[in-house]
């Protein structure tokens, strides 16, 4: 399994707003005001039981045919095998459009193409960027089989999103290039780092960009209620030259651009994989000074072209199947507790991941507003010059 660093939402990928906005055409399909086999509308149906449970849901989806994603690489995370075991087990086709866009592109996405046949039908994101998608009433409570057994931390109460996937912060190092590999944030001020110290993308764009800076907060000081010395850390790391402006992708990695990478454990231990053959010695570490986890959120558009394809993807995402793909691409599944509780845990791949200690924690909704908040009005200040 590979996994591309530029999924900007991590991963600041290439689709502007007014770019989404030119390229829109065209009407909402009929499928979103069409009422399912169980007398409700498969556009406000808030779980299966809505339109007469999963087989119903399933009907109404094939009916429908198509679901329509944004910023979903087959390298990331293991999406390829996810759409393709979708595709196979229902027929339904999967258009991806912009897989290296971020996650304010999706939420773009949605806001330029509302009522519109190309509109997402669901988004990917970043945790504080699904918590922005639904304070602007963008999503569409939907509660999948699972849903009890998701953490309740991991989700929004009303179901307008919940935690998929995730993992810890941690630093890559292609060790044929650098010697020794830094292993912790104090690591990466040392002059011997010089223009080799990048982010995947920027962080008031990218969730992974934005975890990096919340790491290096928590180890210089910092909090959840404080990303600040996260922001002061990266000037310094500007002002000693060991920054490098340059977005981290499969590319820069395999090129030497970009030997050392502030990213998701998932992304990192799958480069190791990647670029065995290649080559490149790539190591792991999830810095001690600085470990953050995190989790990307799963969310439906309230106003989905395919309604009922949309959420099917969901189950999908959430069945056991779904879950065990995530944890094949490294990822940590949400539904991981559970599954290893229920005996439907891939044991094996898990015993891959990355090893960590302690239990994560994860910022509150009024943490990330504010860390976001934040870095929305530092981040350019931080890097530049």
Known sequence: MTVSFSRLAGIAGGLAAAAIALTACGAAPSAQTEVAAGGKSTATATSAADVGGMDALVTAAKKEGTLNAIALPRDWANYGALIDGFTKKYGIKINIESPDGSSQDEINAITSRKGQDRAPDVVDLGSSFALSAAQQGLLAPYRVASFDKIPAQQKDAQARWYNDYGGYISIGCDAKRVDPCPKTFADLLQPKYKGQVALNGDPTKSGSAFGGVYAAALANGGSLDDIKPGLEFFTKLKKN??????????????????PITIDWDYLNASYADEFESKGVDWQVAVPTDGQFAQYYSQAINKDAPHPAVARLWQEYLYSAEGQNLFLHGYARPALMPAMEADGTLDKTAAAKLPQVTGTPTF?????????????????GHAVSG
């Open 363 to 379: 910022p509150t909704d009024a943490q990330q507003t504010k860390a976001k908040q934040d870095l929305a009005q530092g981040w």
């Open 241 to 258: 030259g060991n920054y490098s402006p340059v977005e981290s992708t499969p590319a820069t990695v395999e090129k030497g651009e970009t």
